[in-house]
C-alpha cells in the first residue's frame, strides 16, 4: 500500500510560479506511475500530469502544457510538480495519484490518492 502527501500549496500571483510536492511511503515508490490531477468548486476532476516510474516518460494536460512540468526523484519517494505562468482558471485542489504501471490519464487508473492541497491563483 502507498499513503501520499501534497504540499507546497498556497496563493500566488497570475504569472507566478509554485512547486508541489508529493511525498510517498512505501520501498517500492520507482514501480509506480504517478499522476496529478486537479479539482475546482463546481467542476469536474481534471487530468494535469503523469509520469512514469523512472521518470522517462510523461504526459500533460492540454490546459497544462508548456507551463507545468513533472518530474520525480525516486530517491526520495517524492514526485514533483513545477507549476509556471499560473492562471486564475489554475485554482484547485491539487490531487497526488499513485498505483499504476504505466502513465495514464484515467482517475481509475490509479489506486492511491493522497488528501490535496490547494492552489489559488489571483487576478
Known amino acids: 500500500q502507498v499513503q501520499l502527501v501534497e504540499s507546497g500549496g498556497g496563493l500566488v500571483q497570475a504569472g507566478g510560479s509554485l512547486r508541489l510536492s508529493c511525498a510517498a511511503s512505501g520501498r517500492t515508490f520507482s514501480s509506480y506511475a504517478m499522476g496529478w490531477f486537479r479539482q475546482a468548486p463546481g467542476k469536474e476532476r481534471e487530468f494535469v500530469t503523469t509520469i512514469s516510474g523512472g521518470g522517462a516518460v510523461s504526459g500533460y494536460g492540454d490546459s497544462v502544457k508548456g507551463r507545468f512540468t513533472i518530474s520525480r526523484d525516486n530517491a526520495k519517494n517524492t514526485v514533483y510538480l513545477q507549476m509556471n505562468s499560473l492562471k486564475p482558471e489554475d485554482t484547485a485542489i491539487y490531487y497526488c495519484?499513485?498505483?499504476?504501471?504505466?502513465?495514464?490519464?484515467?482517475?481509475?487508473?490509479?489506486?492511491?490518492w493522497g488528501q490535496g492541497t490547494q492552489v489559488t491563483v489571483s487576478s
Open positions: 495519484a499513485a498505483g499504476t504501471r504505466y502513465p495514464r490519464t484515467a482517475e481509475r487508473s490509479y489506486d492511491y
